[in-house]
Structure formats: C-alpha cells, structure tokens
C-alpha cells in the first residue's frame, strides 16, 4: 500500500486548507485512515482518524471543531479540511493507514497504523 499525501502549503492565520491522501490498492474501504502531524522538536500526534464505516474521532482538542476528516472509497482517498488554521497548526502532516484493527476502532497510536505517507507541510503564519 502506498499514500500520497498533498495539499499543505504556506498560509495566513484564519485561512483554510484540504488535505488530501490517496491509496494504493483494492481493499481502501477496509482500511482505518488517520491523520498525524509532527511539529518541529515534538512527538508525532494523532490529529484525526475514521473508520470503514465513516465513525470519525479527533485528537487534540485544539482541532475539535476546527478540522473535519472525510473519505471517498469510490477515489481510495481521505481528506482532511482544515479550516480557522493557527500557528501552533505548523506541522508536517502525515496520512496513515491501518489495514490490520479486527474492530473497526479508530487507534491514536501511531505504532497501530501500518503505512504511512510521506508527509505534507503546512505552515501558518500569524
């Protein structure tokens, strides 16, 4: 399985973005998708997950009600919409899939995802 992550990009406190994250391979429905991000000199943190019936579960609270995450099994993608977007949401964001959770249960560790993309940055200046 291969992801290609995109849509980061250099923006202004207060705009919006989509970040999107294609999948290799025939069984994307099955997979659990999430989202991480890494700041500079932190750990890698769980941002946003879904599972294959759409349950979607968020991280941080700073991103409740700010980012949305979304999938499209017809286009093997997860998207994650960004919206409000502040500084302390500088990161390099990474898309991740867990094709091995029985349960359906979307997992915050990233020890429990299987693939990951190669990363995205987005950068907000104030």
């Known amino acids: 399985v291969q992801l290609q992550a995109s849509g980061g990009g250099l923006v202004q406190a207060g705009d919006s973005l989509r970040l999107s994250c294609v999948a290799s391979?025939?069984?994307?429905?099955?997979?659990?998708m999430a989202w991480f991000r890494q700041a500079p000199g932190k750990e890698r943190e769980f941002v946003a997950g879904i599972s294959w019936s759409g349950r979607t579960t968020y991280g941080t609270d700073s991103v409740k009600g700010r980012f949305t995450i979304s999938r499209d099994n017809a286009k093997n993608t997860v998207y994650l919409q960004m919206n409000s977007l502040k500084p302390e949401d500088t990161a390099v964001y990474y898309c991740?899939?867990?094709?091995?959770?029985?349960?359906?249960?979307?997992?915050?560790?990233?020890?429990?995802?299987?693939?990951w993309g190669q990363g995205t940055q987005v950068t907000v200046s104030s």
């Open positions: 391979g025939r069984t994307f429905s099955r997979y659990i």
């Open positions: 991740a899939a867990d094709e091995s959770n029985l349960f359906g249960i979307v997992a915050p560790g990233p020890g429990d995802y299987d693939y």
